[in-house]
């Protein structure tokens, strides 16, 4: 197989098997997860301004008080690398473009510049959370194989997707058909791994949000 | 495998639901619960990460209710849940953690540690790996009436004394009364005066109350130790008592795992709403002090922070009621940085102070260091709270440190400068 080949199944059976995968793995991943349901609270609630699930959901992606001091890379690495994520993820034109072409929707992106600018930016933002993770000891205590997994996983489709745009390292073909590549082992693995709470992470802060609710106290 | 290591697994895949596994699915090992929680930051050893006290009811959720983990259980790869193991948790999930919530007020994928914790612990009684001093504490209330082992004709002698004292006259199983009040043996037998103090605001109040000589003794270790089968017989006699007497209202004490076993987990755990409401003390008294029933005839001239005891701020969902109870009776109070829903525990909650093993007592008062700061920082010389526990933990690590630091119960502190 050449590289032409190897972006052409990439781009076509590859890309159509990693989605598949990746929607078969999210349902059974959702269904094994909130199937389990829970007992209704018989508790008489009392309400409170402000305590709810949905605004829990809303709250929580703020810090909450006293703990940007106490723990700013997370919060300050964090906010970067995930609205950088974002931004190259959903306003790169060829993304676009691409969800376009699956999907017939479309909207306007940002300048291949601005994009440059924010790549660079989370690489090194993700590099900086990865050094976090290995020299904190909190961070590093808790770290399994599953989250230097999962920080590869996503650093990959990154540093390979800005390669190929400079036409750096490899051959144009073959650095886009590593980036797509990349993307599609994310998606593959993203409902087995710590990734998953990109979905969960909503459900998980309503019942925080409800359970405190239901007691009158806005966490 | 044991039998009751089985019994326990048994009970852990009982209480796993959609949040824990959830909760789970979520985590990002950021470690943030641990800048929130006081074991990890006064030692600073991560073994204290809230989440990691998790760890075994995280296994049994991936092992049991998991596809991959189910695998790994089959092909033998997963790392089963020993005996051993739990023993060596006993530390994590009592000794160091107080249930004080805290760390599920900061997780930023929105896990509820506590709710889990507090499932964990389930499963941790029923395998026999709760402190002993905890165990003991059950086992007293269950077979005794309380976990100070304190019997109803002690508790007359105490009601003799009050009535003698405050003039007021202690009723005991009245049927039809507004109020049945409830006590803590930890208050019975070290402030009295709160029942004397209740008695005048009662009748002050115009407010019919009552004793019962059945159910009078409002904490629940098996709460506290987590096994919901004993709490259930502890929180039922309550009830019981209280629908026999007919009675609208069930008062509980300042003490807050009372509050939280009666009022929130109360109908859970006997499967039914009560057929009366339950209300806090001071929500009580809030309610008294904006009606304009509960005035003053003078207030505390010294300066006064206030510890906001966790079972009732924090989980107890009395958010307001303290502080502007508190304002009403002292000139100046000062708040601590951290207060209200974020404030830090004593390090006595969840059974806690009723560990008793050198190194769980030397921990706690490694965790105080974090209550210490706090009122150093206000700079004041008397502290306000209203749990007998956290005021018995905060004693006794105030006279470990040996600061300088006043206590005063809130509803007593009200009851000493109520006009007549
Ligand atoms: S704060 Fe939440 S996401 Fe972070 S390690 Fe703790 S439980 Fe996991
Ligand atoms: S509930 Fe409190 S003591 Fe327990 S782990 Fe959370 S922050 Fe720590």
Redesign the interface.
């Known amino acids: 197989m050449n590289e032409m080949e190897l972006l052409t199944w990439a781009r076509g059976p590859g890309l159509n098997i990693a989605i598949g995968l990746f929607i078969l793995g999210m349902l059974?991943?959702l269904v094994?997860?909130?199937?389990?349901?829970?007992?209704k609270?018989?508790?008489?609630a009392?309400n409170?301004p402000g305590a709810s699930g949905w605004h829990?959901?809303v709250r929580?992606?703020m810090p909450?008080?006293?703990?940007l001091k106490?723990?700013p890379i997370?919060y300050i690495g964090?906010y970067i690398f995930h609205i950088g994520l974002f931004i190259v993820v959903f306003l790169f034109a060829p993304h676009i473009k691409l969800v376009d072409s699956l999907l017939g929707l479309s909207w306007p992106g940002l300048p291949s510049q601005v994009i440059d600018a924010v790549t660079v930016v989370t690489l090194a933002t993700m590099l900086l959370v990865l050094f976090d993770r290995i020299n904190?000891?909190?961070?590093?205590?808790?770290?399994?194989v599953g989250?230097y997994a999962a920080w590869m996983l996503t650093f990959l489709p990154l540093l390979t997707g800005f390669l190929a745009v400079k036409h750096l390292l490899l051959p144009y073909t073959t650095m886009l058909a590593l980036h797509i590549l990349s993307v599609e082992l994310l998606l593959v693995a993203l409902p087995?791994t710590?990734l998953?709470?990109v979905f969960?992470?909503f459900?998980?802060?309503?019942?925080?949000?409800d359970?405190?609710g239901k007691?009158?106290?806005?966490? | 495998m044991s039998a009751s290591l089985q019994k326990g697994i048994n009970a852990l895949k009982e209480v796993i639901d959609a949040p824990v596994a959830s909760f789970f699915a979520s985590c990002v090992h950021c470690g943030l619960c641990a800048e929130a929680c006081l074991f990890y930051t006064e030692t600073g050893d991560p073994k204290y990460t809230p989440i990691h006290k998790l760890e075994p009811l995280k296994r049994v959720y991936q092992q049991e209710y998991t596809l991959l983990g189910r695998l790994a259980k089959m092909t033998g790869l997963a790392k089963p849940v020993t005996d051993d193991e739990l023993e060596a948790w006993s530390e994590l999930v009592y000794d160091s953690c107080t249930m004080c919530g805290r760390c599920s007020m900061v997780c930023p994928v929105g896990n509820d540690l506590t709710y889990m914790i507090r499932k964990l612990r389930e499963g941790m009684a029923v395998s026999g790996h709760a402190p002993e001093g905890i165990v003991n504490a059950t086992k007293r209330t269950v077979e005794l009436g309380g976990p100070m082992g304190l019997k109803w004709p002690a508790v007359q002698n105490v009601i003799k004394h009050v009535e003698a004292d405050s003039g007021h006259k202690v009723p005991v199983d009245q049927a039809g009364a507004e109020y049945m009040v409830l006590l803590s043996s930890m208050e019975i037998v070290n402030y009295p005066e709160y029942i004397g103090a209740l008695a005048r605001i009662f009748n002050k109040a115009g407010i019919t109350w009552t004793l019962s000589s059945e159910a009078f003794e409002a904490t629940n270790a098996g709460i506290q130790i987590g096994n919901s089968d004993l709490a259930r017989e502890i929180v039922s006699r309550i009830v019981n008592a209280a629908e026999k007497l007919g009675v609208k209202k069930v008062l509980s004490p300042e003490c807050g795992h009372a509050y939280m076993a009666i009022r929130w987990e109360g109908p859970n755990l006997v499967g039914r709403p009560f057929k009366f409401e339950v209300v806090h003390v001071l929500e009580l008294l809030d309610e008294l002090r904006a009606k304009g029933v509960l005035k003053m005839k003078d207030k505390l001239k010294t300066p006064v922070t206030l510890h906001d005891p966790c079972q009732i701020v924090r989980r107890g969902g009395v958010l307001n009621a303290p502080e502007a109870l508190l304002k009403e009776v002292v000139v100046e109070f000062r708040p601590m940085t951290d207060h209200g829903k974020m404030n830090w525990c004593c390090g006595g909650g969840g059974g806690a102070s009723a560990i008793h093993e050198p190194a769980a007592e030397e921990l706690r008062f490694t965790a105080f260091k974090r209550k210490k700061a706090q009122i150093e920082e206000t700079g004041v010389n008397t502290m306000v709270t209203f749990c007998a526990n956290c005021r018995i933990t905060l004693e006794e690590s105030i006279d470990h440190f040996e600061m300088n630091t006043q206590l005063l119960g809130l509803t007593e502190l009200l009851a000493e400068h109520l006009e007549d």
């Open positions: 059974w991943r094994e997860i909130y199937t389990l349901g829970r007992k609270d018989l508790a008489p009392r409170a829990t959901v929580r992606s909450p008080h006293g703990m106490r723990s997370s964090g904190n000891p909190v961070k590093r205590y808790l770290s399994t989250d087995f710590k998953i709470h969960t992470l459900a998980s802060r309503w019942y925080n949000g359970i405190s007691r009158g106290v806005p966490v």
